[in-house]
């Protein structure tokens, strides 16, 4: 690469560059660790984006209407860092960047949103991020359809790598984007044919262009280290009616010895080579010094989007009073005051009503009355509609002839679905959920462990939640997902017992702030437990008395979902041979952990002996069936130790023994 000649032809451009390189090889240098190349390669399109083309504005980084930037290819996290400093993002002086990766500062190795205001979303997790843009994309187009392109109208552009489009979340990406034609997403692909391993070539030879093609993209393939040519793109892909993708040729650590090398990848910390680097772009100054000159030029960046904000402001005190709150209302994820009202009027007539009733059914029965009074809800389902039940009438189906609408057909991409679901919800103004069978938490795990881990409220509607689904079989009947997603942090498994915690549970879900919701729910018909109507939301306990023991408290049965019908069942038969026994309904373990210890011991007091059941495996319940400081000494699990089997479910409650006879038992053998 000539660089003399790049540096010749755009000189403020290229010093403007420069500056994100040598931040980039100054900040890896100090944290002694990192990956220096992305950036370094993908420096001369961040600029040129956000000179001519990002409307943002660092003093308001939260402005509804900004432009979104996404690093997919998250290891490139400097990029972003640089690009924040340097535009004049509060949250990211100098001294965030001469601490990178280091404790307590913003700039974690990959960006993690919510350390700091500017990152959209946290990236790392290769693929994760082009998946997550189709999100706002989708979120962007109904709000532009509802509110109009005065209030809503941006794009969200997405730099993603050969990593990003290796990982098979891409296709279903890019396959859910091509076909709904989100015409405002952007995405620059790092073209630079190198990954950790080496060459590209060595494990893949797939004509990306093609690929992006193929599922109706608009595709373009450039110097990525030609301004004109990347501007002439952006340019381009903003008019066309489809998304657009700019295959980006790039030299990875453009100007360092690593260049084009896998070396040049990681951490380029080599003091000889970093010095040698910098005069290759005639970059002057220790590490960490930028000019005032090109600072400043970085923050006139900004001018266009501070005035397109300022612009936006006086549209959007044209709207009505009410409007405009409501439009606050959305953005800020505010449950609407109905809610409350709505869910205890559900509660009090489904308990009256006490039908037997599947949990998937009833949670179709609450999105009913949700639904018309939250219109920030955006449902969907991969491919299951009619048997996760996430459909209601009012919503309408979100295609490229109704943005209006606020039902995705997913298709069957359930990772791809759980992506865009944190991508929506991170855009802010709407709220989204999304069904699949338990079974295939699996292959949206990916999603949800982000989701759980950036504070994405998203909610998962998961049915078909155990050997209860019958004649399918082993590979659809969910045994350690329960476990499995109880272990994972900052996430709230709901599985309710019958209608009414069904209710309480999504009032929960849509009232979250921070945390993500799995209901996991039956497909067979279950009775009504709670036929005695609480305003109280008794699953916000977690975990609570549902049935008490009558005389001597000698057993505490603990159960969750359908087997809270088989507690019931045991119960009855133990009070029968004079053993009192508790019913402990456990909708939600880790709320019921959240709960003081005065009001855990209430629920499960330390005498009696425990038996807990579950049609899952016993990992999650150790806590519970011991109590803290092993309270309880005698307790036993019933439930599952290995895959289910297909079957009417009947017969497999039988044979797996989890009947109220096996708990009763169980239950005995502990006395
Ligand atoms: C899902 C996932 N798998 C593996 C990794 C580890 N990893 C980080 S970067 C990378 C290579 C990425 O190659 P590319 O996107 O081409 O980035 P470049 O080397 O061009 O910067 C790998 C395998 C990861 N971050 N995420
Ligand atoms: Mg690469």
Redesign the pocket.
């Given at each position: 690469m000539d660089l003399n000649a790049l540096r010749t032809a755009h000189p403020d451009h290229w010093m403007m560059a420069a500056a994100i390189r040598a931040l980039t090889l100054d900040a890896v240098a100090a944290a002694n660790s990192g990956?220096s190349?992305?950036p370094m390669g993908m420096a001369d399109v961040a600029t040129v984006l956000f000179r001519n083309h990002m409307n943002f504005d660092p003093a308001a980084p939260h402005w509804p209407d900004r432009d979104r930037f996404i690093l997919s290819?998250g290891?490139?996290s400097m990029l972003l860092y640089s690009l924040l400093h340097l535009t004049g993002y509060q949250d990211f002086d100098i001294d965030q960047i001469r601490n990178f990766r280091q404790w307590g500062y913003r700039t974690a190795g990959h960006p993690e949103y919510g350390h700091g205001k500017g990152i959209e979303v946290t990236t790392?997790?290769?693929?994760q991020g082009i998946a997550n843009s189709v999100g706002f994309a989708i979120a962007e187009e109904i709000q532009r359809a509802t509110w109009g392109a005065a209030i809503v109208d941006h794009h969200t552009y997405v730099m993603a790598?050969?990593?990003?489009l290796m990982?098979g979340i891409s296709q279903e990406a890019i396959g859910l984007a091509g076909m709904q034609k989100l015409s405002h997403l952007i995405v620059f692909f790092?073209n630079?044919d190198?990954?950790?391993d080496g060459h590209v070539g060595m494990a893949d030879i797939t004509d990306q262009p093609a690929r992006f093609a193929a599922s109706g993209w608009h595709v373009q393939s450039i110097d990525g280290h030609n301004p004109d040519e990347i501007d002439a793109a952006i340019t381009a892909a903003k008019a066309d009616p489809r998304p657009s993708m700019i295959a980006c040729k790039t030299h990875?650590a453009l100007g360092h010895a690593a260049q084009d090398t896998a070396k040049g990848?990681g951490a380029l910390t080599d003091a000889t080579q970093l010095q040698a680097a910098k005069d290759g772009y005639a970059w002057i100054g220790g590490a960490f010094d930028i000019s005032a000159e090109i600072k400043s030029q970085w923050e006139a960046t900004a001018a266009r989007g501070k005035a397109a904000h300022a612009a936006w402001h006086e549209r959007f005190q044209k709207l009505s009073d009410a409007k405009q709150a409501e439009f606050h209302r959305q953005q800020h994820g505010e449950a609407p005051k109905k809610l409350a009202a709505t869910i205890r009027a559900f509660k009090k007539q489904a308990s009256e009503a006490g039908k037997s009733i599947a949990t998937r059914k009833s949670s179709e029965n609450v999105l009913e009355v949700i639904n018309p009074i939250m219109q920030e809800t955006v449902g969907g389902s991969a491919d299951l509609t009619g048997s996760n039940n996430t459909k209601t009438p009012d919503m309408g189906v979100f295609g490229p002839d109704n943005r209006k609408g606020r039902y995705i057909h997913y298709g069957i991409r359930e990772h791809g679905m759980a992506a865009a679901m944190n991508g929506i919800t991170l855009h802010g103004g709407a709220r989204a959920y999304g069904g699949t069978f338990m079974c295939f938490t699996d292959y949206a795990r990916g999603a949800m462990r982000l989701s759980a881990l950036m504070g994405v409220p998203a909610v998962y509607v998961m049915t078909h939640d155990s050997i209860g689904l019958g004649e399918d079989g082993p590979t659809h009947q969910p045994v350690e997902h329960l476990s499995m997603l109880r272990a994972t942090p900052n996430t709230h498994v709901f599985r309710p017992a019958d209608s009414v915690e069904t209710a309480e549970a999504w009032e929960l879900a849509l009232t979250s702030d921070t945390t993500p919701s799995v209901l996991a729910l039956s497909r067979q018909n279950l009775p009504t437990v709670r036929t005695t109507h609480t305003n109280k939301n008794m699953t916000a306990q977690g975990g609570y008395v549902l049935a008490d023991a009558e005389g001597k408290r000698q057993v505490i049965l603990i159960a969750t979902g359908s087997e809270v019908e088989v507690a019931m069942a045991a119960r009855e038969a133990l009070q029968k041979d004079g053993i009192g026994t508790r019913v402990v309904s456990m909708p939600c373990m880790e709320l019921f952990m959240q709960q003081d210890e005065a009001t855990r011991r209430k629920v499960l007091p330390a005498g009696p002996v425990r038996v807990a059941v579950e049609a899952g495996v016993r990992q999650s319940w150790d806590m519970i069936l011991m109590g803290e400081r092993g309270a309880a000494k005698k307790s036993a699990f019933v439930g599952m130790t290995g895959f289910g089997a297909s079957a009417p479910a009947e017969v497999l409650f039988e044979k797996f023994g989890i009947t109220a006879t096996k708990v009763a038992e169980a239950a005995k053998a502990l006395l």
């Open positions: 990956h190349g992305m290819a290891h490139g790392g997790p290769l693929g790598g050969d990593g990003c990982e790092d630079n190198i990954t950790i990875i990848h």
